[in-house]
């Protein structure tokens, strides 16, 4: 007996579910005549002239905003990076040598960052900032490791990799780095 309910019920299912796909909607999509008008979906609303043309000059405002900004020198594309951008590339180039930096002090014209390696050997990063086209000069300590020349030579090569990287890039607007 309830075999037989389930039966039906699922037979009815299949019945409402073909009945639905052969016949389709009643009414056609305006999308497939390439128009689409206000009785077609309640939510469409026509612009007046005025607004039209008020959205028109928000856009152009908008546009020329944007093109005024990506011109600006502080968001110029540099060679060697921008001074601004010294922070995150030695962030990230600590973080690829295993590095972490535990302190970091900004000056006017320097960024001095205490840092230690993974095995717990202390280092300092500083750079300075230099008139263009050098924009900077990084000097790197490490007092107590045997291959100091090496990690040295290779922290550099990382910050400066990253600096150029970042020089080629339009500058991120409240980066918090």
Known sequence: MIQRVVGYGFTAFLAVCGAGFLFGCAKPIAAAQGRLTAEDDPYVAELSAQDQAQVID????????????????????????????????????????????????????????????????????????????????VEVDFPSLSNREQRTRNLIADIERHMRAFGRKRQLVNDPY
């Open 58 to 137: 928000t856009l152009q405002l908008v546009g020329t905003q944007a093109d005024r900004s990506t011109r600006s020198a502080s968001r110029a594309a540099f060679d060697r990076g921008r001074w601004s951008d010294v922070p995150a590339a030695v962030r990230i180039a600590c973080l690829e040598n295993e590095m972490a930096i535990f302190t970091r002090r900004d000056g006017d014209d320097v960024y001095a960052f205490t840092i230690r390696t993974v095995d717990d050997r202390p280092g300092t990063i500083r750079v300075e900032q230099r008139p263009a086209p050098d924009v900077y000069a």
